[in-house]
């Protein structure tokens, strides 16, 4: 059974840690919002209730992905762009579930442990909407829905105003990845990470869902430039296998990975992006 840690990370938002994924709770004095699901396995409605301590909360999931919707069966309320709905099935499947665990879980000696039974039951009540520009007022503090199209078509992500941190999830990451279920073309994913760029004054600091889980803001206009150079036909475009799948690495790479130009980012993709 996986098991659940935690730490604060800003006055407002407690990250929750499980193998391989984060989701992040942002709490206010009237109620909370918990950001994100995971792999849908072991108890995180427990977890997230017993650190509210009786506070009201309402969940929003940022893509519908395996490693973050499959809580969502656990849940009352839960909040997803309409345009990742199509893929809850998919995304549930049990043998797309064991193989991304084997795939992204192979470093975390809990997964090995893993049994049917563990995993969340499905969802059974439809998802609420979730848009561009909502906001989640949780008392003192304000959580608003930024869309930015392109990892998935849904992709959301979230800005925590009064801590001035922005969620971007998988969104736009050091690595990039637009080689999985429901990702667009890399057209309409520069045009999402131009209109998160319209929001480079309101936040200093960005959260994200594997790794470290902080990054530079810089690493957005590189990505930027990135979808640049793909669309001008002029990235590297050199072959690569990453996370199991044969792909595009938009920039070179030495053998462990960092881009031999000195720069961070990189994106990866197929000719299903073009
Ligand atoms: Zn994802």
New binding site residues.
Partial sequence: MVKFTHDQISPHIIRIIEPGVYCYLVKGTEKALLIDTGWGIGDLRGYAEYLLQGLPYTVAVS?C?V??VNGAGLFDEVYMSEKDWFMYDAEYDLQHRKNDLKMFGRNYPEMADIVMADFNCKRTDPFLPLHDGDVFDLGGVHVRAVSVPG??AGMTMFLIEEDRIMFY??GCTKHT?MF?NGALSIREYLAGLRYLKTYDDCYDTVIR?HNIYTQPKHILDENIELCELILADQDARRQTVTAGTVCYEAALTDEKGQRIDGKTANLYYTDANL
């Fill in positions: 893509h992905h490693d973050h990892h998935t999830g998988d990845f999985t869902s």
